[in-house]
């Protein structure tokens, strides 16, 4: 036994590397990470929520679209960010829009999206936060800003006949960072924060 | 309040490299100059029919590495071909030939580009068999490569520089195995996701329909960033919420992409017998990346060009939970790295912000650079500095011992002039051969004007640097950029690799020569100024047209 020499041995050595490394590295690696993962399970499925009739309506950590069929907003609910992953939030196309900081069409798409976020809130188009004129780099954020989520208040509350500082008490304990005070920014979970809502109302 | 909390991200991300420092790069010094193997190594050994206490000549050494990924190549290659026919493919038909090959060699190139949305193309087990495997192997195979460098300043007189076969073995089980499988558990707390189902359609809140994702991806995501690889399970890469949910998943994940290159210098401080050389490189390292993380940052944070003015902030492409601040950093160590990883889209950032990024690339990802690769980058270039210093003083230039001759500035320079060449030649073939250009401008190209031209040069540059992250509008799924692009990535991993083998190979065979007056301090501030002045200079000289006609264009 010794070092290959020729180039063939290389081959065979390498092959014969490859194969065991595949084994180690390929199937008993993420096979110890899954019985590891077994430790928390609801972390490791991915973070499934359910309905009031225990159906699992999706994952806390993925957004949704609150909109009826033709994509009109459901005033009743909190409004998720726009977009760009599929028809908006399809979950087995994540992607991000791609459109750079030039290109007409984002422009476009901004001036279209402010008009219509003032028009449903009843708002100063001024008012409008960013986030909810950009769409995420995932497509599947599940988060609004704050700011975002103080603006649909009044349409939510009204929609459902709730005082709005019941809802605003629903936004805060949907609110969750910036981890430890400084890392990424706040956000409001738009799934979690609406299902409250539906729980609400029983 | 925003500028607060964005320097105290990075300070955190400092202490914590800082205090990484000693014990992993002694760590890595100890694993690879150990005489004892483990038992399971002896076990591996005997299995691949190597001996481990021979040691191999430079031109061996080239000659494992080269066969070994290209077995890998022909691996990675076949199971996309073959996919149809493996269990968990979940129903996704055989990969294209030229697109098997782009990722074939991504992934063997420790580059992990991706022309390809990656829940739409690959099932479960080529994502474990073929590319996983490979995110530990090409990242162990930059480091056994760095370390034999490092022997042949280390060394006098002799022939040998290892032995490729228990660098790789050792770099991948006794390093990058065990922190992958701790930092999957901390991914998997933080919420990334670690199962086998396919995915399920839910009905949602609003009675629409949704796909939830499943599959192994702690497992991958852990060795996607500690292996500077950044191939992501998803299109949306580490902005999906099942690869980085939260803001602290985010740093962790920054920290694993610079533990083990900012940690390697002290590898090399003691393997050379001078921790003093270990933090001048640390040093210069630092200082770039520094000024590129903070500048991208206030760019960025600036938000400037028509759409971020008009919606606020340039939060296109971002996520809410990272914000600017967290993406400008990911972003940044993203790409001063080799990895790729990207937790926001690098194409809807402001102009200026879109620099900076390729920038990072373009100075060779030395800063620290990816594991290994940035280590015998910045090396190489030290080469070079004392040489521009040798020349000011008029005498033969050394470092640390060894005489830098002919020889061996040669193989320096031609070190440099590669990837250059490849991103150059690349950039300008996608433009001026008439059948090719009407493919990049009608199908790939996704953004008009100059934006369009930045996401070719983009690609090209993260091709022949083996970063993999994109100004990902681009539709790169074409027979000319999965062939060229591809073709960049070995070009651009294995004609450096052999160089710097040779050098190796070179300065082992030289005796040490005792330091003179003469001889140029390498471990003072002045040699440090001196090599970052060469890095930065050696980089502008060479890309400030190119980046004239498209980023720089865009944004002034």
Redesign the interface.
């Known amino acids: 036994?010794?070092?290959?020499?020729t180039?063939w041995s290389?081959?065979?050595?390498?092959?014969?590397?490859?194969l065991?490394?595949?084994v180690?590295?390929?199937?008993a690696?993420?096979l110890?990470?899954?019985g590891?993962?077994r430790l928390?399970p609801a972390?490791?499925?991915?973070?499934?929520v359910t309905?009031a009739d225990g159906?699992?309506?999706?994952?806390s950590?993925?957004g949704?679209?609150?909109?009826?069929?033709d994509g009109a907003a459901?005033p009743r609910?909190f409004q998720s960010?726009p977009s760009a992953?599929g028809d908006g939030?399809?979950?087995?196309?994540?992607?991000?829009?791609?459109?750079?900081?030039?290109?007409?069409d984002?422009?476009a798409a901004?001036?279209d999206r402010r008009d219509a976020v003032a028009a449903l809130e009843g708002v100063d188009p001024a008012a409008v936060?960013?986030?909810a004129?950009?769409?995420?780099?995932?497509?599947?954020?599940?988060?609004?800003?704050p700011e975002y989520a103080d603006l649909q208040v009044p349409r939510v509350a009204a929609e459902r006949g709730l005082p709005e500082d019941e809802v605003r008490g629903l936004v805060a304990a949907a609110t969750?960072?910036?981890?430890?005070g400084?890392?990424?920014?706040a956000?409001v979970n738009v799934?979690e924060l609406?299902?409250a809502l539906?729980r609400l109302a029983g | 309040m925003a500028g607060?909390?964005a320097a105290?991200?990075l300070l955190?991300v400092a202490v914590v490299v800082a205090a990484l420092y000693r014990p992993l790069g002694d760590y890595l010094a100890h694993v690879y100059t150990s005489p004892r193997d483990l038992r399971v190594e002896r076990v591996?050994y005997?299995?691949?029919?190597?001996?481990s206490r021979?040691e191999?000549s430079w031109r061996?050494y080239v000659?494992?590495v080269l066969?070994?990924s290209?077995?890998?190549l022909l691996?990675v290659y076949l199971l996309q071909r073959a996919q149809a026919w493996l269990p968990w493919d979940l129903g996704l038909p055989a990969v294209r030939p030229d697109l098997a090959f782009n990722t074939a060699a991504s992934f063997v190139g420790n580059t992990n580009w991706q022309s390809y949305?990656p829940?739409?193309t690959l099932g479960y087990s080529v994502q474990?068999?073929?590319l996983?495997?490979q995110n530990?192997?090409s990242a162990a195979v930059g480091m056994a490569v760095a370390v034999a460098l490092v022997r042949g300043f280390a060394r006098r007189r002799t022939g040998t520089i290892g032995?490729f076969?228990v660098d790789?073995t050792r770099g991948?089980?006794r390093v990058l195995?065990p922190i992958?499988?701790l930092g999957?558990?901390v991914l998997?707390?933080?919420?990334?996701?670690?199962?086998?189902?396919a995915?399920t359609d839910?009905?949602?809140?609003?009675?629409?329909v949704?796909?939830?994702?499943?599959g192994?991806v702690?497992?991958?995501e852990?060795i996607k960033l500690l292996g500077t690889n950044g191939g992501g399970f998803?299109?949306?890469n580490s902005?999906?919420?099942?690869e980085n949910?939260?803001?602290?998943t985010?740093?962790f994940e920054v920290v694993l992409m610079l533990a083990i290159p900012f940690s390697l210098p002290r590898t090399f401080g003691r393997m050379v017998g001078s921790h003093k050389q270990g933090y001048a490189i640390l040093a210069a390292m630092g200082a770039i990346f520094l000024a590129s993380t903070v500048l991208l940052t206030v760019v960025e944070s600036h938000g400037?060009?028509?759409?971020?003015q008009?919606?606020?902030?340039?939060?296109?492409?971002?996520?809410?939970?990272?914000?600017v601040a967290?993406?400008t950093l990911f972003g940044s160590v993203s790409t001063l790295t080799s990895t790729g990883a990207?937790?926001?889209?690098h194409?809807?950032?402001?102009?200026l912000g879109?620099l900076f990024p390729m920038l990072n690339m373009m100075l060779g990802e030395i800063a620290p650079g990816g594991v290994g690769s940035g280590l015998y980058g910045m090396l190489v270039l030290a080469v070079i500095a004392v040489f521009v210093g040798g020349l000011m003083v008029g005498r033969t230039p050394e470092y640390l011992g060894k005489k830098i001759g002919p020889r061996e500035i040669k193989l320096a320079s031609l070190y440099i002039l590669v990837t250059p060449t490849l991103v150059l030649a690349g950039t300008a073939l996608s433009f001026a051969v008439p059948a090719v250009r009407d493919s990049v401008e009608s199908t790939s190209i996704?953004?008009?004007?100059v934006?369009g031209f930045s996401e070719v040069l983009y690609a090209f540059t993260s091709a022949a640097n083996n970063n993999g992250s994109a100004?990902?509008?681009l539709t790169a799924n074409t027979p000319w950029l999965n062939t060229a692009l591809g073709v960049a990535i070995l070009l651009g991993r294995f004609v450096p690799i052999v160089l710097v083998l040779a050098l190796a190979g070179s300065l082992a065979a030289q005796d040490k020569v005792p330091a003179t007056a003469g001889t140029l301090p390498t471990s003072r501030p002045q040699f440090v100024g001196l090599l970052t002045g060469v890095a930065v200079i050696v980089t502008a000289l060479t890309y400030f047209p190119v980046l004239a006609l498209g980023p720089l264009a865009?944004g002034l």
Do not use: C
């Open positions: 036994m010794s070092s290959p020499r180039t290389h081959l065979v050595v390498s092959l014969r590397a490859m065991v490394l595949t180690i590295l390929g199937v690696y993420p110890l990470v899954t590891l993962g928390l972390r490791a499925d991915g973070s499934l309905g159906a699992v309506v999706g994952s950590l993925l949704q679209s609150f909109t009826d069929a459901l609910y960010r992953a939030y399809d979950g087995a196309a994540s992607s991000g829009s791609n459109l750079g900081p030039e290109n007409p984002l422009v901004i001036e936060p960013a986030d004129l950009t769409a995420s780099g995932s497509g599947l954020d599940p988060q609004i800003s969750t960072g910036p981890d430890l400084f890392l990424g920014q956000g799934l609406n299902l539906d | 607060w909390l105290a991200q955190l591996l005997r299995l691949v029919g190597v001996d021979s191999q061996s000659r494992s066969a070994f290209l077995v890998g691996l949305s829940e739409q474990v068999l073929g996983a495997v530990f192997v032995n076969w790789l991948t089980l195995l992958s499988v999957a558990v998997i707390a933080g919420g990334v996701i670690q199962n086998w189902a995915p839910v009905t949602t809140l609003a009675g629409g949704q796909s939830i994702p499943g192994p702690a497992s991958q852990a998803f299109n949306a902005a999906h919420p099942f949910p939260t803001g602290w985010s740093l400037a060009g028509t759409a971020p008009l919606a606020g902030a340039a939060m296109e492409g971002k996520e809410q939970r990272f914000g967290a993406t990207v937790n926001g889209m194409d809807s950032f402001t102009a879109g996704w953004n008009p004007g934006h100004f990902a509008g865009e």
